[in-house]
């Protein structure tokens, strides 16, 4: 089963930042923290990863505590476009994604 | 931009048929995957396969399921008999590396449904 915990659903207005938390408290040393998003029954889209350092690209930015054991992925302006189910796990062995039940994401005008 | 392209979108077969879906990875990677989805439910990791062979499968990825690179281009998901209980979304993904660190791009799925 999934690792990591995530609140269910998330709703967040047009153009405000989402705030998405993430629990992966039993993540190791050597695990990057994923997220992804599936846009209604899409395949899954990488948004961003890391390790131990903040990271941010175009899509959004990871915060990652200095323990390891949460992050929190920022949407810095939301569009309706940002509605999706977003997922964040580690890789806990070579070639497998344990994806989880996800947050729900509305984004509203 | 590049994509993982999946073949065909919607499929629909006979209880006990066999079916083989078809991925077109991008073409400079070199790690491979299947995922599935079952409707409503979350998505389940199949296999991975780099070097020609596989690196990790799962618990569903029992004796039904092979998976082929047959010609450097295409990677396969053969499902011998297929039941009911496949019924779901595939999705293929690849990756340039081990996906320790690195993203893997998924293709928009495989609906397969089985009648």
């Known amino acids: 089963d999934a690792k990591t915990t995530q609140p269910p659903s998330m709703d967040c207005a047009e153009g405000r930042a989402a705030n998405l938390p993430c629990n992966h408290s039993t993540i190791s040393g050597n695990e990057y923290v994923y997220w992804y998003r599936q846009i209604h029954s899409q395949g899954p889209q990488y948004i961003i990863h890391g390790l131990k350092n903040n990271e941010t690209n175009e899509m959004a930015s990871l915060i990652i505590t200095e323990d390891r054991k949460s992050s929190t992925l920022i949407l810095p302006h939301a569009t309706l476009r940002d509605t999706a189910v977003y997922y964040c796990f580690f890789t806990d062995s070579w070639g497998k994604f344990q994806f989880g039940a996800g947050t729900q994401v509305v984004v509203t005008p | 931009e590049p994509e993982v392209t999946q073949t065909p979108s919607h499929q629909v077969t006979q209880m006990g048929q066999e079916v083989i879906l078809r991925c077109v990875p991008i073409s400079n990677h070199l790690y491979f995957y299947w995922y599935r989805q079952i409707l409503g439910q979350k998505v389940e990791f199949l296999v991975s396969f780099y070097n020609n062979e596989i690196s990790e499968k799962s618990e569903i990825f029992d004796d039904q399921f092979s998976v082929e690179r047959p010609d450097g281009s295409n990677f396969t998901l053969k499902i011998r008999s297929t039941k009911l209980e496949d019924s779901a979304m595939y999705f293929c993904?690849?990756?340039?590396?081990?996906?320790?660190?690195?993203?893997?791009?998924f293709g928009q799925g495989t609906r397969l449904t089985v009648v």
């Open positions: 993904a690849s990756s340039r590396d081990s996906i320790m660190n690195t993203e893997a791009f």
